[in-house]
């Protein structure tokens, strides 16, 4: 009895051994396809993202167009330092009837932007033809605030004035919230992104990386909590 007894632990064992063994080795199989599941899929996202950001690019203007469609009013989003006398000269030169300045710090005036701005007539469009936005703290704000004042003076077709690497988001935000209305981009190009090789300079680099990433949280709406001023809080504008 005990002979058989040992028999039968002894062809046991083996079987045991074999099925330990086969756990192992499927344990390490499925390891193995975990981590090239994910290698895999983070490669692919890496080129999705890489070929998202050679289109992104793509979009940015490198030079400031030579002819400029004419629209019936100018919205420019404050940040750069041409937009505001672009946008003016835009509107002195007839490519529209009213201009939007959006994102104005509120503290900031009219008398304030005037001996400010280099323009000779910049007292008469200011008086005539300027209106000022002190609501928007960020692109979305900027959105927010002209699509109230497109609706309420009823245009039509508006001609959009920020910089170049910001417009692909601006355009974004603001047909999203005005889809009737027609939007005409007028792109402020700086000195470093004429540059035939902008990439090489990695301020520009960091810039368009980050706006590149502002952009794709815009396109899947992950928005900023707060896009405009409450009723009587001190605006802080963002980008």
């Avoid at 672009?86 to 509107?91: F, S």
């Avoid at 709406?221 to 963002?238: C, H, S, T, Y």
Wanted: glycine content about 6%; overall charge positive.
């Amino acid at each position: 009895m005990v002979a058989v007894m040992s028999l039968s632990n002894g062809a046991l064992a083996p079987r045991r051994a074999e099925k330990e063994a086969r756990r192992t080795s499927m344990g390490r199989t499925l390891l193995r396809r975990a981590v090239t599941l994910v290698v895999l899929l983070v490669g692919l996202a890496g080129v999705a993202g890489l070929a998202g950001f050679l289109v992104f690019t793509a979009q940015i203007a490198a030079r400031e167009p030579s002819s400029v469609k004419k629209a019936d009013a100018i919205v420019v989003l404050t940040g750069g330092a041409a937009r505001i006398p672009d946008a003016l000269a835009l509107l002195a030169e007839g490519h529209g009837r009213r201009l939007l300045i959006t994102g104005v710090n509120p503290s900031t005036s009219s008398d304030m932007l005037r001996e400010s701005l280099p323009q000779s007539d910049a007292d008469r469009l200011i008086a005539c033809c300027v209106d000022l936005g002190h609501k928007a703290l960020n692109t979305l704000g900027n959105a927010i605030e002209a699509s109230e004042w497109t609706r309420s003076q009823r245009f039509r077709s508006i001609l959009v004035v920020t910089s170049s690497w910001h417009m692909p988001r601006a355009m974004l935000e603001l047909e999203r919230a005005l889809p009737e209305v027609e939007f005409v981009p007028y792109p402020v190009v700086s000195t470093r992104m004429q540059a035939e090789q902008w990439w090489r300079d990695p301020p520009t680099l960091k810039l368009i990386l980050k706006e590149y990433l502002k952009y794709v949280m815009a396109a899947v709406k992950i928005r900023p909590a707060q896009a405009v001023a409450a009723p009587g809080e001190q605006a802080r504008v963002g980008p």
